[in-house]
């Protein structure tokens, strides 16, 4: 049995899940993410009295290591890194936007393209397969009418995520599909779940936050 703490503050809101394996235990999750600072520790020692769990019983802690938001990543990392050091415990790092496409599996049976709103027609964004292999690597794109076009001649490709509608205003393509997927710290039990049994864990020492990008950079990368 394995007890694993997933926190996830990248993007709009702040959440942890407590899970016992593959399953959810208990979630909480803080709307608002600028406090996130504030309001993970006093969440976290009450999903464990909720749960009548202590620290000791935490297996691994599991984080969400970006792309998203600049202060909201580095909360997270901090907050992660400190529990597994304070506790000698092992840190899970988990690519957000593999975390998204795991919650929208269930609603698209081609590619996933998982959105994260940067500045006007930036988003950060990478394509998944149902395995959730990378079909094309994370990377920040500035969207245009073209943007995906030799992959969705071939495949539907199924576009989420806070900065998902903005492509959905200026892409024609048929094969171009748009849900709206709500998702938080429980859909990375899957993956920091399998990372654990394979004993990948991150340096807790040279761990950091995956911006996407240098955070003052004007630099553009395209897929």
């Given at each position: 049995?394995?007890?694993?703490?997933?926190?996830?503050?990248?993007?709009?809101?702040?959440?942890?899940?407590?899970?016992?394996?593959?399953?959810?235990?208990?979630?909480?999750?803080?709307?608002?993410?600028?406090?996130?600072?504030?309001?993970?520790?006093?969440?976290?020692?009450?999903?464990?009295?909720?749960?009548?769990?202590?620290?000791?019983?935490?297996?691994?802690?599991?984080?969400?290591?970006?792309?998203?938001?600049?202060?909201?990543?580095?909360?997270?990392?901090?907050?992660?890194?400190?529990?597994?050091?304070?506790?000698?415990?092992?840190?899970?790092?988990?690519?957000?936007?593999?975390?998204?496409?795991?919650?929208?599996?269930?609603?698209?049976?081609?590619?996933?393209?998982?959105?994260?709103?940067?500045?006007?027609?930036?988003?950060?964004?990478?394509?998944?397969?149902?395995?959730?292999?990378?079909?094309?690597?994370?990377?920040?794109?500035?969207?245009?009418?073209?943007?995906?076009?030799?992959?969705l001649r071939e495949n539907s490709i199924l576009f989420f995520g806070n900065g998902a509608h903005k492509f959905q205003q200026i892409i024609q393509h048929p094969n171009a599909l748009f849900a709206s997927v709500d998702f938080d710290a429980s859909a990375m039990i899957e993956l920091s779940y399998k990372r654990f049994l394979r004993g990948e864990f991150a340096d807790l020492a040279y761990s950091?936050?995956?911006?996407?990008?240098?955070?003052?950079?004007?630099?553009?990368?395209?897929?």
């Amino acid at each position: 049995m394995s007890i694993i703490l997933n926190i996830d503050t990248a993007v709009q809101s702040s959440s942890i899940c407590l899970a016992e394996n593959d399953q959810s235990i208990s979630v909480k999750v803080n709307p608002s993410q600028k406090d996130s600072a504030s309001w993970l520790h006093i969440a976290i020692k009450e999903i464990l009295e909720e749960t009548h769990f202590n620290f000791q019983q935490i297996d691994a802690i599991a984080v969400s290591e970006g792309p998203g938001s600049y202060t909201g990543l580095r909360v997270g990392m901090a907050t992660a890194k400190g529990l597994c050091y304070v506790m000698n415990k092992p840190l899970i790092t988990i690519n957000t936007l593999q975390m998204m496409a795991s919650d929208a599996r269930d609603k698209h049976q081609g590619l996933l393209s998982p959105m994260i709103d940067a500045r006007r027609m930036e988003v950060f964004t990478a394509v998944f397969d149902q395995e959730l292999q990378f079909i094309l690597p994370p990377a920040n794109l500035i969207l245009n009418e073209n943007s995906f076009n030799d992959l969705l001649r071939e495949n539907s490709i199924l576009f989420f995520g806070n900065g998902a509608h903005k492509f959905q205003q200026i892409i024609q393509h048929p094969n171009a599909l748009f849900a709206s997927v709500d998702f938080d710290a429980s859909a990375m039990i899957e993956l920091s779940y399998k990372r654990f049994l394979r004993g990948e864990f991150a340096d807790l020492a040279y761990s950091q936050p995956f911006y996407g990008k240098d955070f003052h950079s004007s630099v553009k990368q395209s897929l």
